[in-house]
Every structure is written in structure tokens, then in C-alpha cells.
């Protein structure tokens, strides 16, 4: 037959599949909610994620019977708690014992499965082993995790104390992460970065599709996120704010006054918090910034003992946009006079709602290092940076 002069469409050609490990902190669930927000956008890519605890049963879960992405639990180092406080020298103590017992049979462990998986890159959210293993194998390292603030940060707005514990911390954040050919700090607050830093790229908190597919309201209920450490007299002075509560973190229980409990539903709990009025939680920076997303006025409610919380507790303050009480402190009038003066954060809230995701920003960073492989990292992008002192 001779030729009909219909031309056929190209046959569309796929994406190239590029093969990407993870590691993240299992503590909490804001590095998996952060994490998570990044697998979901890599569609298209086969992901190795390797995490423990907390973050490791919500990850597991979400991606059971995925054919492009496999979860793996490793140890992990996680926050100890005693009579319901975080204790410091017992979270030092199991973090030294993780050091010297575990990680170098678990880097050894992580180097045969990064092989085995023909991994291209790794990115790690504030875990120890992935960085190492990488390493010894030559594969490009993306560090994406909220604690580099403390070393990319200038933080001369924070008082002495908190400047203190933040150098303190560095160091522990210099020992998880060593080198890395591209440093990422998601953060709901951007202060200057620090001389020597310039290389970090700042982005804000990546929300997950099911954020952005929200749309703010007012449904005139408090929303209420709380660790289950919480003392049952901070719980009361949140159910008693004067507006019904919705609690979340504490697990599903009889009501308490105006306050009702709910089991960790995602669907259910990213609804509430567009519909909310106010949010009274913990003082985590990825809550923080999807509350912001929103628009929502914060009371957040930092434990005196946790640094990187009152931290956060403190630029939100600044930034107009909320304001903080202890949680060893926090009673009922701190609560009431909060949600009574919600309208004085409107005009902070103004400035940030709608444009908190940074997870667009981290995509082309993962992008970019895809194109250019194992390209050595320049000495300018390096995450260690130059040491400083608390000042």
C-alpha cells in the first residue's frame, strides 16, 4: 500500500527511572511527614527508605505492596523520656550507646544494601548511617532535615541561652552529617544565613499534596496536636480554652469537657486543621509551617528541656504569627487568653499563608544532582562549615 500522508504521533518516551536512597530520624512524625511529602512527588523513581520508630510504622504502612518503593527498618536514636519530661542525659547516654554499638555494623549493613539496590543518590534527613555508607561508596549526598538551621543559621535573635544550646547541638549535627555535596534546611523561618554557609539552600516546610489540595476555613473548633508525654493538667487547660477542641496525638478516649480525642488519621487531621480556628500542639517545625500554610494563628507549647523546640517557639513569636507558653507551665488562662486574642497574629498570618511549600525547590535540588551524578562535591559544598562559638 502506498503512504496515506497520516502522521503519527511520537511515541512518548518515559522519564528515565532513577534509583534514590533515604534515610531519615524515626523520632515524631515530622521527619517522615517531610520525607514522605518528598516520595510522593519523586513518582517515577524506585526509593529505598531506611528509618526506625515512629517513622518507620507510618512509612511502612503508607507504602505496603508498592512496587517503587521499599521501606527497611534500621536502629535508630529516639528521645528518652522519664515521668513524662524528656531527660536529657538519658537521650545523651542512648545517643553515645548507638555510636559505639550499633552504627558501624549498621553502615557496614546499609553499604551492602546500597549496592545490592544500585543506588544513584542517597538524601538524608537527619540520620547517621546513610551519610557514611554513601560515602565509602562514592554516591552524591543531599542533606534535607530542619536541624542544619543550627549551623547554617544566624541566630543572634534568639536569647543567650538558646544561642548556647544551639552551638551545643551543632556538634551533634555536624557528627551526623559530615559532608554532603548539597545541604537543604526546611524551615518555617529564614533569618540570614551564617558567613561560610552561603552554600545552604533555604526552603520552608514541603507540604504534602493533601495540604495543598485544602482549603482554608473557620469551623470554630480548636485543633490540638500533643505528644503523648503531655501532663493530663496541660490537656485540661487545652480542653478548657472556651471553644470546643479536637486533640490529636494522645489517641482516641473519653471526651473531657469541650474536648474531643482522636486517633493519628491523616485524612481526617490535615481536614481539621484548614477548618480549625486556632492550633494549640507542640512546637515541631513542620506542624508549624502547615498551620501557616493555612493561615492559622499558633499557641505552641515547647518542653523547657527541648532546645530545638523553644527554638521554634521563639521565631514564630517573632515572626507575629503565634506566641508560646511550656508546656510545664501552660494553664488554662495562658490558653483562654490566647484563643480570646487570636486576631492581634491576622496581620503576620497575612504574610506567610499560601506561600510556606518548599518542596518544589527541594525537587530540582534532587533533580539537578540526578543530571550531574556522581560529580565530586566542590569544596563550597560542603555541609560542615566553619565552626563557631555561641557568642
Known amino acids: 500500500m502506498g503512504r496515506t500522508g497520516i502522521r503519527l504521533p511520537p511515541v512518548p518516551v518515559p522519564p528515565p527511572v ?86 558501624g555494623p549498621l553502615v557496614d549493613r546499609l553499604i551492602s544494601e546500597l549496592e545490592a539496590f544500585g543506588a544513584e543518590i542517597a538524601v538524608a534527613d537527619f540520620e547517621p ?61 529564614r533569618p540570614p544565613l551564617r558567613r561560610g554557609w552561603e552554600h545552604v539552600v533555604q526552603v520552608g516546610p514541603l507540604l504534602r499534596r493533601a495540604v495543598l489540595a485544602e482549603t482554608p476555613g473557620d469551623g470554630g473548633f480548636v485543633l490540638s496536636y500533643l505528644r503523648r508525654h503531655t501532663s493530663f493538667s496541660a490537656v485540661e ?63 505552641v507549647l515547647p518542653e523547657r528541656a527541648h532546645a530545638e523546640q523553644m527554638m521554634n517557639a521563639h521565631f514564630l513569636r517573632a515572626m507575629g504569627c503565634g506566641d508560646f507558653a511550656t508546656l510545664e507551665e501552660v494553664d488554662r488562662e495562658r490558653i483562654r487568653a490566647f484563643v480570646a486574642g487570636r486576631e492581634r497574629f491576622a496581620d503576620g498570618l497575612a504574610g506567610v499563608a499560601g506561600r510556606m511549600d518548599g518542596t518544589p525547590e527541594v525537587l530540582q535540588v534532587i533533580e539537578r544532582r540526578l543530571q550531574r551524578g556522581a560529580e565530586p562535591a566542590t569544596a563550597a559544598a560542603l555541609t560542615t562549615g566553619p565552626a563557631r562559638s555561641p557568642g
Not at 69 to 95: C, K, N, W
Not at 245 to 271: C, K, M, Q, T, W
Not at 291 to 297: M, V
Open 18 to 103: 532513577s534509583k534514590i536512597a533515604i534515610s531519615l530520624c524515626g523520632e515524631g512524625r515530622g521527619h517522615a511527614t517531610r520525607i514522605g511529602t518528598l516520595v510522593e512527588r519523586l513518582d517515577g523513581h524506585e526509593i529505598l527508605i531506611f528509618t526506625s520508630a515512629d517513622a518507620f510504622h507510618l512509612l511502612a504502612a503508607r507504602h505496603a505492596g508498592s512496587d517503587r518503593v521499599r521501606v527497611v527498618e534500621i536502629p535508630g536514636i529516639v528521645f528518652q523520656y522519664t515521668g513524662g519530661h524528656l531527660d536529657v542525659m538519658r537521650s545523651i547516654a542512648a545517643g553515645l550507646e548507638y555510636q559505639v554499638r550499633l552504627l
Open 129 to 189: 548511617a546513610l551519610p557514611r555508607a554513601a560515602g565509602r561508596l562514592g554516591i552524591p549526598l543531599l542533606s534535607v532535615d530542619h536541624q542544619h538551621f543550627l549551623l547554617a543559621y544566624d541566630l543572634d535573635a534568639l536569647p543567650a541561652a538558646l544561642r548556647w544550646h544551639a552551638w551545643l547541638m551543632g556538634h551533634a549535627v555536624r557528627l551526623y552529617v559530615t559532608e554532603a555535596a548539597d545541604t537543604v534546611v526546611s524551615a518555617f523561618f
Open 237 to 299: 487547660a487545652v480542653a478548657d480554652c472556651g471553644l470546643p477542641v479536637r486533640i490529636y496525638g494522645l489517641g482516641s478516649r473519653a471526651p473531657l469537657g469541650n474536648a474531643s480525642f482522636h486517633d493519628i488519621d491523616e485524612g481526617r487531621f490535615v481536614a481539621d486543621l484548614a477548618a480549625c480556628t486556632a492550633l494549640v500542639s507542640a512546637a515541631g517545625n513542620q506542624l508549624i509551617g502547615e498551620a501557616l500554610h493555612f493561615g492559622k494563628p499558633l499557641l
